[in-house]
């Protein structure tokens, strides 16, 4: 694979939404802040240890200096620090009508268990417009709910974890392909199954699995707060050939309903890589980026972005990139981890290599796309960081980044 290779700055997390609706669930709740001044109001939540959530969030802007502000005393104090507001900047913040809700990154590697409130915080004349005050606690976060232990055709997993709401990771997964009509599945809390679609996002009878690292998501109006359990088995023939139970309440990181994204306000996390021929949009969804990639690209020819193998300069080598192509032989969206180790195809775990054969797993998730009037759009989420040694954690701050189109034969 050629070296071809641009600079780009990532991550803006960029975020404005309408209120969710009540249901929703938004993570651990923190409560609603506590108004002094300047009309603040809002309901705080926790969706990781490092983000958090701020619905309808109201403040009237007139206040020269006020920003989100965090700190590990018992109250508000001018001993704190800047959160960044919604679209990452830590400047003055301006005017909030209630009808959005913001996310927002603890800033410096800070997490939640570091800090015990967050307030309005007026730095010039060191005044509190409005707070919360939490104490110590620890943020929601990813929970291994055990193996799943051997069973027919061979299924087994040695690991499960639940990576948030809506998300699942198994470890070492293994079933032998043969079952007549074999699913992931799910066994919701009214005693009804649904398919789960497999790490390519596909409905189709699951293929063999000889433990590899595996990556599911939930349909959209399914979250683990309503699964009793998850399994692998034949559907037709109601038979279950691996199985784990769902704790009854899983305190995991919490994810936004589609639908609030969908009518999030226009975001700038988008950038040209190749004038007229290649574009990547993304957002920052909790602990989880989702990127789209659009492409002058036929099935079968890929769109590869990544992280640079460098902090401080445009890298090929040791960068970490994900490859998305359109299936030529099916028409199935497909998008894999690489790891470029060499200025080389992958030969003796050396070169452009997919991470499972060096070991490691594809952490890619979400799989959609398609291929219409000559170009291909293809979506796909991972993790912000995936605790994989091969995968870069992609952090909201400048980023050089590497990105290639090309056969998938070359």
Known sequence: MAACLTALLLICAAFGRPAPAS????????????????????????????????????YDGSAPDAYFWVGSTTSPSSNGIIVPDEAGRSQPLGRYDGSKDLILKLPANLKLGEIKWLSVWCKKFAVDFGNVVFGTIAGPAPRD?????????????????????????LTNLMYDGTSADAFFVVRKSDGTDMKVRDENNSLTKLHAYTGQNVTLTLPESVSFFDVDYFKIGCVACSEAHGMVAIPASVKVPGTLPSSMANNAAPMKNCE??????????????GNVIRFTLTGQAEPGTYLSFGLSGSMTATSMISSDAIVAWIDKTTAQPRAMDYNLGAYSQCANMRGVCPDPELGGANDVMDIVGSFKDGATTISFSRRLN??????????????????RLGDRSH
Do not use: C
């Not at 669930?25 to 705080?44: C, I, P, Q, S």
């Open 386 to 403: 995936t605790d994989n040694e091969l995968d870069k954690a992609y952090l909201t701050s400048a980023y050089d980044a590497v990105r």
């Open 145 to 169: 709910i055990g193996a799943m232990k051997p069973g027919d055709h061979g299924t087994q997993a040695s690991a499960i974890t639940l990576l948030n709401e809506k998300t699942l990771h």
């Open 272 to 285: 040209t890589l190749l004038d007229g021929i290649f574009n990547v949009e993304w957002k920052i969804n």
């Open 23 to 58: 249901s929703a669930y938004m993570g651990k709740d923190l409560r609603n802040l506590h108004t002094f001044d300047h009309e603040v109001a809002g309901h705080v939540y926790a969706l990781d240890a490092t983000t958090l959530l701020v619905t309808g969030f109201k």
